[in-house]
C-alpha cells in the first residue's frame, strides 16, 4: 500500500516508520517551513529514511540505555512537495496541529484523488476545511 504521512513531526515520523516496517511504501511530506524539526527532516533527507529507538523491553518502558536498540527503515520519498508526496498515495494520514488545518487544506487539497483515504489526526472536525479546496471526492476520516 502507498501511505503519505503528512507532517515530520514525532508522531508523523513514528508513523512514518511503523508503516515502512510493515512493508508499505511510506512517503513523508513536510509542511511547516519553521525551523521546528528541520534538522530532523534534513537527516531523513540525507539516509534517504527514518531511524527508530526502541525503548521498549518486553512491553514494559524502559529508560536504560542497555534496552535501546536502534532500527532504521528506508522511505519512498522524503519532501516537502505535496503535489509528488499526495499524488497515486492509497492512504494520507495528516499529523498537525488542528490549528494549521485551515491554512494546509488550502496548499494540499487540490492534490487529493477520488477514492483516497484521508485521516486527520487529530481531526476535531478538520475535514470541513480540506472539503473546500477539494476539487475531487477523496473519503475522509478523523481521529
Known amino acids: 500500500m502507498k501511505i503519505t504521512i503528512i507532517g515530520a513531526g514525532n ?6 516508520f511503523m508503516a515502512a516496517e510493515a512493508g508499505h511504501n511510506v512517503r513523508l511530506l513536510k509542511t511547516s517551513n519553521r525551523i521546528t524539526h528541520d534538522e530532523h527532516f534534513d537527516v531523513m ?9 526502541d525503548n521498549t523491553k518486553k512491553g514494559a518502558f524502559t529508560d536504560s540505555s542497555d534496552d535501546v536498540e536502534k ?4 522511505l519512498e520519498l522524503i519532501t516537502r512537495d505535496p503535489q509528488l508526496a499526495i499524488e497515486g498515495a ?11 488545518h485551515p491554512v ?14 484521508v485521516i486527520l ?3 476535531y472536525a478538520g475535514s470541513i476545511f480540506y472539503k473546500k479546496f477539494c476539487n475531487n471526492n477523496p473519503i475522509f ?3
Open 90 to 100: 492509497d492512504v494520507i494520514m495528516i499529523f498537525i496541529q488542528t490549528t494549521y
Open 11 to 16: 508522531a508523523g515520523s513514528a508513523c512514518a
Open 71 to 74: 532500527t532504521f527503515q528506508p
Open 104 to 117: 494546509l487544506a488550502e496548499k494540499i487539497a487540490k492534490y487529493f484523488q477520488d477514492e483516497q483515504l
Open 45 to 53: 533527507v540525507s539516509n534517504k529514511g527514518i531511524y527508530c529507538i
Open 141 to 143: 476520516a478523523e481521529g
Open 121 to 123: 489526526i487529530p481531526g
